[in-house]
Structures are given as C-alpha cells and as structure tokens.
C-alpha cells in the first residue's frame, strides 16, 4: 500500500509511467525513505515500443478506402507514420506525437506574440448570429459558415474567425484609456470553416487550430505601427522555424479592411497564385493584380515570375470597420470618447505544421523544423542477440546520461526497446518519423575510448562521435 501522504494524481501518474522506465523498480509495499521526491525523480524513459502509434493506423496508406484520400505528400508522410488518422471529411485525430510537436508550435507563437505586448486570451468558439448579422456577415460568409440552432430556435455559428466577438468585448469596457493602448488581444483555439472539398490532409480541412490577434490603437498612424510590427515577428517566427515565407499583397476578402498581406510558403502543391519580383522585394497574389501585367509594379525594372504558395499567415488593416459597428471606444487624451483603429492577424498553426512537413520532407520520410520536432534525439540499441548485444546496456547508459547531462533534452529522447528488430527495420522507421538526430549504438559503442553513430535526418549526414563530441554536438540542439 502506498504511503497515504501521496496525492492521487501522483499515484496515477507514478503507475502509468512505471512501464516507461528501463531501470527495474522495487515492488516493496513499503516506500524506501531515501526515495527523492516525484519532482527531483529522473524522468522516464521513453520507449518506442510504448509510444501510441498503433500499426493498424500507420498502414493506412494500404487501405485503398484511404488511399484516394492521399492528396498531398504531408497528409501521406503523416497517415503512414501514425501521427494523424482521419475521422471524417476534413477532420482528424491528432495522435500524441503530432499534439507534442503542435504544443511546441503553440510555445513559439506565445513567444513572438508576447514579445510584441500580445496578451493570450481564449474566446467561446459558439458565436451568437446576432454579432455577425449586425456586422453583415451572417450572409456573406454563405455555406463556409458552420450555423446551428439551440433548443430555443436561437441562431449561432461555430466562429471560424473572431472579429465580432473580441470587438463586442472592447465595447464592453467602458473605461478604457488610451494609455492602455496599443492593446494586443489573441487566442490559439479549433476554427471551423465547412470546405466544400476538404483536401491535403491538415492544409485544408473543416476542423483546424489557428492563431488570430486582434489590435486596437488610438490612430491610424498607431496602428500601421502595430500592424508592421506582428509582420516582422510573423518573419522572425518562420525564420526560427527554418522556413522561407514570402510576404505577399494580397485581398481583404470577406475580412475587410484597407490593407492586407500573406505569408506563402513556395510549394508546388500551393493553391494559391503568386506574382515575385527577381529585382526588388515586390511580391503580390495574383487576385491583386491585373491578369496581363509582367513588369514589377515597384522597381519598374524587374519581371515578375509566377509561383505557387500555401497560405501559412495573413494580416489585415481594418481601420474602424467592426469597432464603429460595435461601438469599441477608449478615452482619448481630452478624455472624450473615440472610435479604435482595429487590425486582425491570423496564423494557421495545423497549416505551419503540415505544410513545413511538405516543403521540407522527402517522399519516403518527414522532416521536421528542428525546433517543433516531437523528440530531437532517438537512440537505437543493437538487436537482441546480435553480436554487439552487449551494447545494449551501454545504450541504456547513454539515454539517462543524456537526460542528466543535457537538461534541454529531457523529455525529448527515446529509446528503440524493440531489439527483437534489426537496426535495418528500425532505422527505416526512425528516417519516416524524422528524428533529427538518430543515434545507433553498436559494436563502436564497447570499443575504448566508445563511439557512436549519429545520423543528421536534415542534412543528411553521418558521423561517428566519441560521448563527448556527441554531447557537444547536442548541448547545441535549441528546443522549446
């Protein structure tokens, strides 16, 4: 019997991750009164064989129900390695490894967005229809708009975008100053938006995570400030991701506003049409541009080349088109009462994620942004009863070093148990889930002094590394 001082979630949490753990553990009813306690244990080791990614969904691609499904090389990678599964048209279950890698997402938009004053708040995704009649979109928006009634014939929808409702909330507050201003207000929530052909697995779907910040200034000078601030940290966000995004004019579409831009990233699958000057830094989406038109607009000189691109990001201008409908006012300097300049800023955060693995994979593995990879490091033992079986408890070894050497590693390595497999199978495996640093542990390993091999999943390379020159080159790895 555990001892009765223990929470109940500590108990829960100890038992479910008792089978983790490579070290074998006293089954002694009695607690060892040297045992540290839960937060200074070492972390559990993870081990693939306990990971959730069962068989039977990362054969979906062998299922020809699915396979015609298979529109796009991400949905693909990603169905085959058991990180997503569909659940109907257009929605998915994310699996843990995909959830790991979308929290580590989350962290680094929460960082660019703090960085600038945003501050994170989280809104009812059941939107009443009055707010949208009274903006006029109720109708504009047409079928993309998911509409239901409740059991007293009341009008909502499930918001696939948030203007109304961050702007009644502004109208709600009647004190508000101008010192409070400018005023940065964003969530990270599910949208819903009913695609008529749901398609690319995460890139177009009818249940999706996004970001949307909304800004409130005291002018319009205010507000092109604010507004060319969330750009630049839209560009160091992708920067960090490794990805190359090409800010792009572009529509306000049924958004509104007096200015708006696109984040692209240069992709053949891209559904969208883009005009990008060789010569300056012109680009624009074509449904900007008159359908004749080759020279730059900008520099006069320089060609414009059509290309295609997946919309990660967009950004809008609003001036006062919901914050005059709604009525969102601050005090100004004479405290007299003024009408806010809006603009709204989205980002697609299942649309980063699956559109990275796009642009960035091969066709037979993914590879991740190194920062929002599931796990940075997988260390592979010999198999069981190889001739470098004995290696296997110096992989063991490794890991818990690793953990306790490198505290930004902990959580992030995990252990290959399945030495019934050779190293072949297993490292197929491992180049399909994009580990970005594999680690084979074998005859190398009981040499003295040790080496191992360490394969690079981005660049492609291998090295043999002495423990030190590995623990050199991953006390470099960033994580988040």
Not at 72 to 90: D, E, F, T, V, Y
Not at 107 to 114: A, L, N
Not at 459 to 475: A, H, P
Request: glycine letters at 8%.
């Amino acid at each position: 019997m555990e001892p009765a001082i223990y929470p109940v979630w500590q108990r829960v949490f100890h038992r479910f991750y008792r089978g983790l753990t490579l070290p074998k553990r006293s089954h002694s009813s009695c607690a060892d009164p040297a045992t540290p306690s839960p937060s200074r244990r070492s972390q559990p080791t993870l081990l693939v064989s306990r990971l959730y990614q069962p068989a039977n969904l990362r054969d979906v691609g062998q299922d020809s129900r699915l396979s015609v499904e298979m529109t796009c090389k991400s949905q693909r990678l990603m169905q085959q390695a058991g990180l997503i599964h569909p659940s109907n048209p257009g929605c998915y279950y994310y699996l843990p490894a995909t959830v790991r890698s979308m929290e580590k997402l989350v962290r680094v938009i929460d960082q660019e967005m703090q960085a600038i004053g945003g501050q994170k708040i989280d809104m009812p995704s059941l939107c009443s229809a009055d707010l949208w009649k009274t903006s006029e979109r109720w109708d504009l928006m047409g079928k993309e708009l998911f509409r239901l009634k409740d059991r007293h014939d009341a009008d909502y929808c499930l918001g696939p975008t948030h203007e109304e409702v961050v702007t009644t909330l502004i109208a709600h507050q009647a004190n508000l100053s101008y010192k409070q201003l400018p005023l940065l207000l964003y969530q990270i929530t599910r949208k819903f938006r009913d695609e008529p052909k749901p398609k690319f697995g995460l890139l177009r779907g009818r249940e999706f995570y996004m970001k949307d910040m909304y800004s409130f200034d005291v002018s319009e000078e205010a507000a092109y400030q604010t507004y060319e601030s969330v750009c630049q940290a839209y560009t160091q966000l992708f920067a960090r991701l490794g990805l190359r995004c090409v800010q792009v004019q572009a529509d306000t579409g049924n958004i509104g506003g007096k200015l708006s831009h696109e984040f692209q990233l240069p992709a053949d699958i891209g559904e969208d049409r883009l005009l990008v000057c060789g010569s300056c830094s012109f680009s624009a989406n074509v449904e900007t541009m008159s359908s004749d038109i080759s020279a730059c607009p900008q520099c006069k000189t320089g060609t414009l080349v059509e290309s295609k691109g997946i919309e990660v990001g967009h950004t809008f201008y609003l001036g006062k088109k919901y914050s005059h409908i709604f009525k969102a006012s601050f005090s100004n300097a004479q405290n007299k009462p003024s009408i806010a300049e809006m603009g709204c800023f989205g980002l697609g955060v299942t649309r980063i994620l699956a559109a990275a693995i796009e642009v960035m994979s091969t066709e037979e593995g993914i590879r991740w942004p190194g920062l929002i990879a599931p796990y940075q490091v997988c260390v592979l033992p010999p198999k069981k009863g190889s001739k470098a079986d004995e290696a296997g408890v110096v992989a063991e070894e490794l890991v818990h070093s690793l953990g306790n050497t490198l505290p930004h590693l902990r959580g992030e390595v995990v252990f290959d148990d399945r030495t019934q497999m050779t190293i072949g199978k297993r490292l197929k495996d491992a180049s399909r889930l994009g580990y970005p640093y594999v680690i084979v542990v074998g005859q190398g390993a009981l040499e003295d002094p040790p080496t191992f091999e360490v394969m690079c999943q981005q660049t492609g390379e291998t090295m043999f590394l002495s423990k030190d020159g590995l623990l050199d080159l991953l006390g470099r790895v960033e994580t988040v």
